[in-house]
């Protein structure tokens, strides 16, 4: 026994928003939600549009939903989605491991990832350490002082 299609109705100002997002936004999870709704809303199969996004279609049943509820803002990740950080910004023992690190390793990003494995005993890859580096000197959210010598290019 198979459910009734769902489609949504959208008015000129919804689409124009909904395409914004679509082209514009800065997060992919966000554009690819937007574009699912687009295409329900042309009259594609919410079945079709999983196979097309490579997602489930409960998956793009509940942002036709969220988006039904709330509008917009149900597109949105909601707060404690995701991946926790490996390497936190706030997590002082992260700074202070990273900064001894580069103190011994200098430039080179292979043998301070593998410094910050052992001494963290947590796995990661060197786009990790390079990543959480920038947020440290870009942000300035170190609270201890990393050397000018360990600029990572």
């Known amino acids: 026994m198979s459910r009734k299609e769902k489609h949504i109705d959208l ?18 999870e966000f554009r690819e939600k937007c574009r699912a709704l ?6 594609v199969t919410i079945k079709q549009i999983a196979t097309h996004l490579d997602v489930n279609h409960n998956t793009v049943g509940n942002w036709i939903n ?9 597109l949105n990740r909601k707060i404690g989605q995701g991946r926790n950080p490996i390497l936190s910004v706030t997590n002082a023992n992260h700074i202070q491991q990273l900064d001894k690190a580069v103190e011994i390793h200098s430039q080179n990003v292979k043998a301070i990832q ?12 060197p786009d990790t350490v390079k990543r959480f580096f ?10 201890v002082d990393v050397p000018i010598k360990a600029k990572i290019k």
């Open 114 to 125: 593998a410094e910050l494995v052992k001494e963290l005993n947590t796995s990661m890859s």
């Open 66 to 74: 969220a988006w039904e509820t709330v509008g917009i803002v149900g």
């Open 134 to 143: 920038k947020k440290i000197i870009i942000h300035g959210d170190a609270s």
């Open 11 to 28: 008015i000129e100002s919804e689409q124009i928003t909904l395409r914004e997002g679509a082209k514009y936004h800065p997060k992919v």
């Open 38 to 43: 687009l295409l329900n809303q042309a009259g």
